[in-house]
């Protein structure tokens, strides 16, 4: 259920990631100079911006595909649901609507709605 109700936020991220990962890949990190270079740094830490680049975009890359698997895992399950109803209200969640405006469009109870989607839940799980 989680997975289901987290969906539209999952899709936005990645499109957000998605959009911020293409932009930096091209682009390069600036040398420090001038004052900032010879201003005494941090310790315990990588003073290689380089590097902390490399390792900012590596946590980025692992969130993207962290984001993908579970959208996928929802995706790749979607032809399991055969009953029309069922499948409005699904994607009308999917759609990231509330169970109680899924109810006013379906013209069923939230209560209903609820059942319905743990029912998705049911045929969604492996």
Do not use: H
């Amino acid at each position: 259920m989680e997975l289901i109700n987290n969906y539209p936020f999952y899709i936005s991220r990645i499109e957000e990631l998605r959009k911020k990962y293409s932009a930096e890949v091209g682009g390069s990190s600036t040398a420090q100079y001038g004052v900032e270079s010879v201003m005494p740094k941090a310790q315990g830490g990588s003073s290689d911006p380089v590097y902390n680049e490399i390792l900012r975009r590596v946590k980025m890359d692992k969130e993207l595909s962290r984001l993908e698997s579970k959208a996928r895992y929802i995706q790749n399950r979607w032809d399991r649901i055969t009953d029309e109803r069922m499948a409005i209200i699904f994607n009308l969640r999917l759609s990231g609507m509330t169970y109680l405006k899924i109810a006013e469009e379906v013209d069923i109870s939230a209560q209903r709605v609820y059942q319905v989607m743990q029912d998705v839940c049911l045929l969604l799980t492996d």
